[in-house]
Structures are given as C-alpha cells and as structure tokens.
T-cell receptor, first 114, second 114 residues
Framework: DSGVTQTPKHLITATGQRVTLRCSPRSGDLSVYWYQQSLDQGLQFLIQ???????AKGNILERFSAQQFPDLHSELNLSSLELGDSALYFCASSAADRGQETQYFGPGTRLLVL | DQQVKQNSPSLSVQEGRISILNCDYT??????FLWYKKYPAEGPTFLISISSIKDKNEDGRFTVFLNKSAKHLSLHIVPSQPGDSAVYFC?????????????FGTGTRLLVSP
C-alpha cells in the first residue's frame, strides 16, 4: 500500500459527460501528479500541483482540468468526454517539488467512456 | 517522440536466474531514473532509483546500472522469483532543471517461471 488513495476505482460514463476523479496523497506529501495510461501506452504525465498551486503541465487536454485543495487532496475533472479518453488515470504524490523525490502511485481509476 | 524506450515488450526467465531489463533514453537533461513494477489492476510500485552522479545502485535483489555515455540503464533482478512476474516501467526526470514530471517507457512484461 503506497498510502495514496484514489476514488472511484472504476467509472463508466457516456460520451459528452463530465467526471471527477479524486486523489488523496500520502500523509505529509505536498506534491500531487496526474498521469494517464491508455491502452498499450506508457504512463503520460498530465499535470502537477504543489501545495495548492499548479507546478507543471504535460499534454493535458483543454477539456481536462485539475486542482489541489487546502487539505492537499486533488481532483481531476474530465469534461466533454470522448471515446478516446477511456484509460487508467493514476495519481502520484511526493514530499516536495524539488530534487530527486520518489513519486508514489495510487491504485488508479479506470475510466470507460461508451 | 519517445524519450524513454524499453525495446523489449516481454522477457521470460526461469526462477533463480537473473532477469535483465533494459531502458534507453534520448534526453541528456534526464538526471534521475526510477524503476517501477506494476501488477494488473494496481498502481505502479516504486522499486529502485539512481541519480545521474552514480553508475550503480543496489537494493537487495535489485540492482540498477546507469551508463550515461550510452544513455542506457538496466535493472538486474537476482535471483528472479515467480512473484517478480509483472510489468516493469523505466522512468526518468530532469530534476536539476526543475522538472519533476516522470517520463515513462512503455514497459517490459517479465514472466518468471518456476
């Protein structure tokens, strides 16, 4: 158990809909990262937050947004969903936003868009 | 542009023998490298990491070797056990440039047979 929790574990929805994925980092970790793993793909970095502020952005679509709340949990919002958004979404956390910090991953949310 | 490559999608090894998983990278700014193990329906689990100032790091049965001139790293598992059967991901980041996001390879599926 990495200490990172993600809910829900599975999500099935329809095209055009909007969903919210939730992540709670390990106790004491201030950085949260979101990654997407599509079929037969490696994990792709989406976005990083540190202590409530956006730190870095990857290839995150404009339809996707995220935030980190004062209690340090984070939410990833996916809107106007398309079939191609079906993927595993992982959250990771680390203690800081500098240096050689190991990222610890949650169990992921499997999103299926029908 | 795949900056981190794992050219072997799968590897089969007998229990007790050595498993060698390889990873190549193209971005010379990468200075921190990690290996993660992933079981189905779970998030990636951190195994071992290495800084670019080192060429070897060892933790129990796991050893990571880094050859900076060749932009190549490898993970050695000795002795291999059936419980090591999983997908192994190599990841890299450029922390000294302020980028902690991880760039992942596409993974190598290791099967250790009894």
């Amino acid at each position: 158990d990495s200490g990172v929790t993600q809910t829900p574990k599975h999500l099935i929805t329809a095209t055009g809909q909007r969903v919210t994925l939730r992540c709670s980092p390990r106790s004491g970790d201030l950085s949260v990262y979101w990654y997407q793993q599509s079929l037969d793909q490696g994990l792709q970095f989406l976005i990083q937050y540190y202590n409530g502020e956006e730190r870095a952005k990857g290839n995150i679509l404009e339809r996707f947004s995220a935030q980190q709340f004062p209690d340090l949990h984070s939410e990833l919002n996916l809107s106007s969903l398309e079939l191609g958004d079906s993927a595993l979404y992982f959250c990771a956390s680390s203690a800081a936003d500098r240096g050689q910090e190991t990222q610890y991953f949650g169990p992921g949310t499997r999103l299926l868009v029908l | 542009d795949q900056q981190v490559k794992q050219n072997s999608p799968s590897l089969s090894v007998q229990e007790g023998r050595i498993s060698i998983l390889n990873c190549d990278y193209t971005n010379s700014m990468f200075d921190y490298f990690l290996w993660y193990k992933k079981y189905p329906a779970e998030g990636p689990t951190f195994l071992i990491s290495i800084s670019s100032i080192k060429d070897k790091n060892e933790d129990g049965r796991f050893t990571v070797f880094l050859n900076k001139s060749a932009k190549h790293l490898s993970l050695h598992i000795v002795p291999s056990q059936p419980g090591d059967s999983a997908v192994y991901f190599c990841a890299a980041s450029a922390v000294n440039t302020g980028f902690q996001k991880l760039v992942f390879g596409t993974g190598t599926r290791l099967l250790v047979s009894p």
